[in-house]
């Protein structure tokens, strides 16, 4: 095997193999952000360290001290005090006859009446409205938890979808990285197209992945 055709081989299979990386990689596009993220997220790490070491060696690296402005507020709390009111009952007084006491007695249990007539209905209102208040709320969770449920099952749709779409590609980096032996077997010309095939179908879905399931 000559030298071109081995350097043609090579290049067939490292093509195949970053072709097949990058259906890998739109077939999971989350991923492969939170990984870019990460990355970059330790490059900024290892420059601040290093730049930290080389402070030591180098003076004009050193960061100048910043200067801090402290601002200081103050808060002030009013309090308003409650004021109750205590209804007290007159007693009789001695000299009260029987008539008078029983008088006294009836008005004070009409009143009383009054008063848990008026706290009953108070409290069947705040029972009604507490009742209305949490059918409302009930069928509020209903609701959100339907949606919840429609949106998982989007986004189970979308990632079969995805999955499915970059697929393709995966299969083509397989199959151009495992025809790379037969390169020498092929003309020139004819394998060079063939490889440029090979990348303008992958530019092609990955451009259609993309605009089908934006970021």
Same mark, same amino acid.
């Given at each position: ?6 350097s ?5 299979r490292w093509? @195949? ?19 870019w993220d990460?990355f970059?997220?330790?490059v900024?790490?290892?420059a ?7 402070a030591?060696?180098?003076?004009w690296?050193?960061?100048?001290p ?7 507020g ?6 308003h @005090?409650?004021?109750?009111?205590a ?5 009789w007084?001695e000299?009260a006859t029987v ?6 007695l009836? /008005?004070?249990t009409?009143a009383?009446d ?5 706290? /009953? /209905?108070?409290?069947t ?12 709320k009930?069928g509020e969770l ?13 986004l ?7 999955d ?7 299969v083509?980096g ?5 025809i790379?032996p037969d390169a020498?077997r092929? /003309?020139?010309?004819a394998w060079?197209l063939?490889l440029?095939?090979?990348?303008v ?9 993309v ?5």
């Amino acid at each position: 095997m000559t030298d071109s055709a081995a350097s043609l081989e090579d290049l067939t299979r490292w093509l @195949g193999i970053g072709i097949a990386v990058v259906g890998a990689l739109v077939a999971n596009p989350e991923a492969t952000r939170h990984a870019w993220d990460n990355f970059w997220g330790t490059v900024g790490r290892a420059a601040v360290w290093a730049r930290s070491v080389l402070a030591r060696i180098i003076p004009w690296l050193k960061a100048k001290p910043s200067r801090t402005h402290v601002v200081t507020g103050g808060l002030a709390a009013t309090g308003h @005090g409650l004021t109750g009111h205590a209804r007290g009952m007159v007693g009789w007084g001695e000299d009260a006859t029987v008539d008078d006491k029983v008088a006294m007695l009836d /008005q004070r249990t009409r009143a009383m009446d009054k008063e848990l007539g008026e706290l /009953q /209905q108070a409290l069947t209102r705040t029972s009604e409205r507490l009742r209305a208040e949490l059918a409302e709320k009930v069928g509020e969770l209903r609701r959100e938890t339907e949606e919840l449920r429609a949106e998982v099952r989007s986004l189970e749709s979308n990632s079969v979808k995805l999955d499915a779409s970059a697929l393709p590609i995966i299969v083509l980096g397989v199959l151009v990285a495992g025809i790379a032996p037969d390169a020498v077997r092929v /003309q020139l010309w004819a394998w060079s197209l063939l490889l440029l095939l090979a990348v303008v179908i992958t530019g092609w879905r990955v451009v259609v992945i993309v605009r089908a399931h934006p970021a």
